[in-house]
Structures are given as structure tokens and as C-alpha cells.
């Protein structure tokens, strides 16, 4: 039972990272579907030379996050009080300044890092351990960095896109850097294995109801929309957004 809980949360971590990308296109490309040309939607082509593997893994996820993750997002969603669900979410933020804090001092960014510590120090305090996100009052406003990211500001290339099962869009770079990160994330030194799945599955579903509005950007053939935004997005991110918009 234990065994079949676990996958079950692994399951709906990953629908969440693939539904993830929708919200990552906002910032990034113009989500309007007259904007949505032929050129946007050839870009990540030449990235993309698994693609036929692929597309049949984001059939897989996107059918697991159809018939099981969405529907819970909207009950979630309907049931919860607005403050509340704003406050768990400002929860898990909170909780990420910790990695964001790690992976700034590793690419020496260093006043991006004293802002991750005030926020966390702050919203810790003064937020109630963040439910309430008094940080961004005070103009500090929140980074969002991982070790992808970090490796990229190295050089490291991304190579390949790539569909994870569960685990959604990716590239190479982007996957190995999954386990460094883990070492940030509060799951990790929690021993009650229910309370850290139950912790975990309200994350992912909190997660996941963030991003239901989102899924009106999409335009297209819907692959291709994520792999693009989320391309678009972690060459965003890399570059700190000093990039060029060349297509």
C-alpha cells in the first residue's frame, strides 16, 4: 500500500512539472494565438531529435494529469478557501528559498543570495514560516533558481529536449541536475515517510491548481507548445533574461 501511495505521488509530481510549462510561456513567448506563428512553433526543432520517443512519454503524462491530477487540482481548488490556498502556497515558495539560496552562491550571484536569505528570514518570522509573503511587501522581490540553471551560467550546454516519464519536460542538463537539487529540498531529511508524502502530494496539488488558469495560453499543437515554452523559458532563466528574441 505504501509502495502504491508513493508512485502515486511520484505521479502526480510529474503531471505538475509537465503542466508546469504552460504557466513558464507567459514570460517568455506571447501566449495570444494570433502571435503563435509558424516560425514560434519550428523553434526547438533541432533540439528535439528524440522526438517521436517523446511525444508517446507526453501522451502518458499528459493522460495521468487528465484523469487524475487535474480533477483533484479542481476540487482542491473549489474546497479551499482563497487565503488558505494562497498561504500554503506562499508555504512551499518559502520553503524553496532555500534552494534558490544555494544555487545563487554557486554562480557567485551574491546580492541575489542575501535576498533569498532575507526573504526567508522575514517571511520565516514575520510571515508566519510564510504563509503570509511580507518580504515581497517590503520590495524584496523572489528569485527562482535551481542547479540546471547554475550549470548553464558554468557553460554546460543543455543538450537534448527530453520527456521524462512522470517527470515531464527536461533536457539532459536539466535531468542530471535533478539530484543535486534534491540535497535543498526540505523532503529530503524528513524520516516520517507519511507525513513527507502527504506534505509532498499537497505540494504538488497546490502546484497544479496555480496553474489551471494557465492552460488557456496553449495554441497549437500542444507538444510542441510546452517544448517550446519550456526551451524558451530555461534559456530565459540561464540568461537571466539578456536574450535575444530571434525568431
Given at each position: 500500500?505504501?509502495?502504491?501511495?508513493?508512485?502515486?505521488?511520484?505521479?502526480?509530481?510529474?503531471t505538475m512539472l509537465m503542466a508546469g510549462c504552460l504557466?513558464?510561456?507567459?514570460?517568455?513567448?506571447?501566449?495570444?494565438?494570433?502571435?503563435?506563428?509558424?516560425?514560434?512553433?519550428?523553434?526547438?526543432?533541432?533540439?528535439?531529435?528524440?522526438?517521436?520517443?517523446?511525444?508517446?512519454?507526453?501522451?502518458?503524462?499528459?493522460?495521468?494529469?487528465?484523469?487524475?491530477?487535474?480533477?483533484?487540482?479542481?476540487?482542491?481548488?473549489?474546497?479551499?478557501?482563497?487565503?488558505?490556498?494562497?498561504?500554503?502556497?506562499?508555504?512551499?515558495?518559502?520553503?524553496?528559498?532555500?534552494?534558490?539560496?544555494?544555487?545563487?552562491?554557486?554562480?557567485?550571484?551574491?546580492?541575489?543570495?542575501?535576498?533569498?536569505?532575507?526573504?526567508?528570514?522575514?517571511?520565516?518570522?514575520?510571515?508566519?514560516?510564510?504563509?503570509?509573503?511580507?518580504?515581497?511587501?517590503?520590495?524584496?522581490?523572489?528569485?527562482?533558481?535551481?542547479?540546471?540553471?547554475?550549470?548553464?551560467?558554468?557553460?554546460?550546454?543543455?543538450?537534448?529536449?527530453?520527456v521524462l516519464p512522470l517527470f515531464g519536460p527536461s533536457?539532459?542538463?536539466?535531468?542530471?541536475?535533478?539530484?543535486?537539487?534534491?540535497?535543498?529540498?526540505?523532503?529530503?531529511?524528513?524520516?516520517?515517510?507519511?507525513?513527507?508524502?502527504?506534505?509532498?502530494?499537497?505540494?504538488?496539488?497546490?502546484?497544479?491548481?496555480?496553474?489551471?488558469?494557465?492552460?488557456?495560453?496553449?495554441?497549437?499543437?500542444?507538444?510542441?507548445?510546452?517544448?517550446?515554452?519550456?526551451?524558451?523559458?530555461?534559456?530565459?532563466?540561464?540568461?537571466?533574461?539578456?536574450?535575444?528574441?530571434?525568431?
Amino acid at each position: 500500500m505504501q509502495h502504491f501511495f508513493n508512485t502515486s505521488v511520484r505521479c502526480m509530481l510529474s503531471t505538475m512539472l509537465m503542466a508546469g510549462c504552460l504557466s513558464l510561456s507567459h514570460s517568455v513567448v506571447a501566449a495570444d494565438a494570433d502571435d503563435y506563428d509558424d516560425s514560434w512553433e519550428a523553434f526547438g526543432e533541432n533540439e528535439d531529435p528524440w522526438e517521436n520517443a517523446n511525444r508517446a512519454i507526453f501522451r502518458f503524462n499528459d493522460a495521468v494529469d487528465r484523469w487524475a491530477l487535474k480533477p483533484i487540482a479542481k476540487g482542491y481548488q473549489k474546497i479551499t478557501p482563497d487565503v488558505v490556498e494562497d498561504g500554503i502556497h506562499n508555504v512551499f515558495r518559502n520553503v524553496g528559498e532555500v534552494k534558490n539560496l544555494a544555487n545563487n552562491v554557486l554562480q557567485l550571484k551574491l546580492h541575489d543570495a542575501g535576498v533569498d536569505t532575507a526573504r526567508f528570514m522575514f517571511n520565516s518570522t514575520f510571515g508566519v514560516l510564510g504563509f503570509f509573503d511580507v518580504a515581497t511587501k517590503m520590495g524584496l522581490q523572489r528569485n527562482d533558481e535551481d542547479f540546471g540553471q547554475t550549470l548553464g551560467s558554468w557553460g554546460v550546454k543543455s543538450g537534448p529536449y527530453v520527456v521524462l516519464p512522470l517527470f515531464g519536460p527536461s533536457t539532459v542538463r536539466d535531468t542530471f541536475a535533478m539530484y543535486p537539487d534534491s540535497y535543498v529540498s526540505a523532503y529530503r531529511y524528513v524520516n516520517d515517510v507519511p507525513v513527507r508524502n502527504s506534505v509532498f502530494a499537497l505540494n504538488v496539488v497546490d502546484t497544479r491548481a496555480k496553474l489551471l488558469s494557465a492552460e488557456r495560453l496553449i495554441s497549437g499543437d500542444k507538444y510542441r507548445f510546452i517544448r517550446n515554452a519550456y526551451l524558451q523559458n530555461r534559456e530565459f532563466r540561464v540568461m537571466d533574461g539578456n536574450v535575444v528574441d530571434d525568431f
